[in-house]
């Protein structure tokens, strides 16, 4: 897989924002007497910065304004930090201002790890936070905690929902302990449990047999190791021989996307040469072309793409990329429709911007931008599904978004969410068409038999 210009991305990006404030001045600039903006506003206007000096002023009348005659006392660094994040606000949906904390929860979704004692938990409008599940193997698990269990207090802390969001208090570096105050239905009384934090993982690829030869593997989300387990899932399904699988479907629905560069590193693993994703921008860096590379893991064995409205992003460029590869059918309902890459930019106060840098394009060229993907076959939710199967909101739907090529009326081309299992039969059968007639045959007399 060739990759062009995009591992520097990030960190060029920051440089050049760094080092704008340190460009070497034009000459016009160096013959005049260096005066601080504060001092002097009109000291900035100049040809290299072209700071908008009449916006300027204005935002610092607003700001004198709202600190001298608010209601209320405003923190001058809370009115700052707004500020700024409105710069981002009015952009496109996808680009925001995170702070330290929220950065650090991005990470933590994209890394696929965080610090804790792997449990899944709800808060419940009393402000205990009820126990959804504990995550296999963790130490929630391990402790005894179980489904249904309340928490009731964190270090004899009482929980309260109008300032906990439910992780944050059981959260913590990984080696620290912390002791749960629960109560669990059929034990009289509250009783603590002591528990050691650990680094946990959140599986993004799962695997099993739909049926001898034929394979299912679901991508939650496209995380920082979601690629090698889906490579470690792949392998375990093809067995020893290393060929024991003769086609799988690929699971996408309600992927909401993540690292382009694992969905990019799939697709390699599963195209033998061809184009995989282009990315365009307005600088020369944000402009990159992902290429495969030699050797398909399946050997050319038919790949179907199950897909709903909530697939997005990420989980667009890989279906995009196998589809205009020739390489697999795509099953389900027209995709979510983003298509533009955000980058992260790290600042100095632990802060961090996330910015729509560039567009991407599938390989024949297209932009997915507000349309989405269309399908080969076409599936519809099942009687009675919530909403009947109308997604809550789809990228054309979103205020502000990027205009997509030719993307009609917002909402105009929506699909729909297929959740359950009768979409995963349905891309079966469409797998299964993909044989040879001896070879399909064949494998519908096995079938029988079985039965």
Partial sequence: MRRR?????????ALSTAHAQEAPKSPAAQA????????????????????PLEEIRRFVDVFNAVREAYVDPVDDRKLMQSAIKGLLLDLDPHSAYLEKSDAQAFDEETNGAYAGIGVEVQVQPDGMIKVIAPIDDTP???????????????????????????????RGAAGTRVTLTLLRQG?????????????????????????????????AAFQADTAADFERQLDLLQGPSGKAL?????DLRSNPGGLLTSAVQIADDLLDRGKIVSTRGRIAISDSQFDA???????????????????????EVLAGALADNHRARIVGSRTFGKGSVQTLLPLDNGDSVKLTTARYYTPSGK?????GIAPDVVLHPATGAPNGGRPDYTEALLPGHLRGEGEGD???????????????????????????????????????GRG
């Fill in 5 to 13: 210009h995009w591992l520097p991305l990030l960190a060029l990006l």
């Fill in 187 to 219: 034990v009289a009384k509250p009783f603590d449990v002591t528990v050691q934090r650990e680094t946990i993982r959140i599986a993004s690829v799962r695997s099993r047999v739909l049926e001898p030869g034929l394979g299912y593997l679901r991508i």
């Fill in 293 to 315: 590379t030699p050797g398909d893991r399946m050997h050319g064995a038919p790949i179907v793409v199950l897909v709903d409205a909530g697939s997005a992003s990420a989980a």
């Fill in 32 to 51: 005049q007497p260096e005066v601080a903006a504060s001092d002097d506003p009109d000291a900035a206007d100049t040809a290299a910065t072209k700071v």
């Fill in 140 to 170: 929630a698990a391990r402790a005894g905690i179980k489904s249904g269990d309340l928490i009731t207090a964190v270090d004899g802390k009482p929980v309260s929902g109008d300032n906990d969001d439910s992780q944050g208090p059981l």
């Fill in 246 to 250: 003769r086609g799988i479907v690929l």
């Fill in 367 to 371: 932009s997915i931008q507000a349309r």
């Fill in 410 to 448: 917002a909402g105009s081309n929506a699909g729909d969410v297929l959740d359950g299992d009768a979409p995963i039969a349905a891309a079966l059968a469409e797998l299964k068409k993909q044989f040879p007639p001896a070879a399909a045959d064949k494998e519908n007399t096995a079938a029988k």
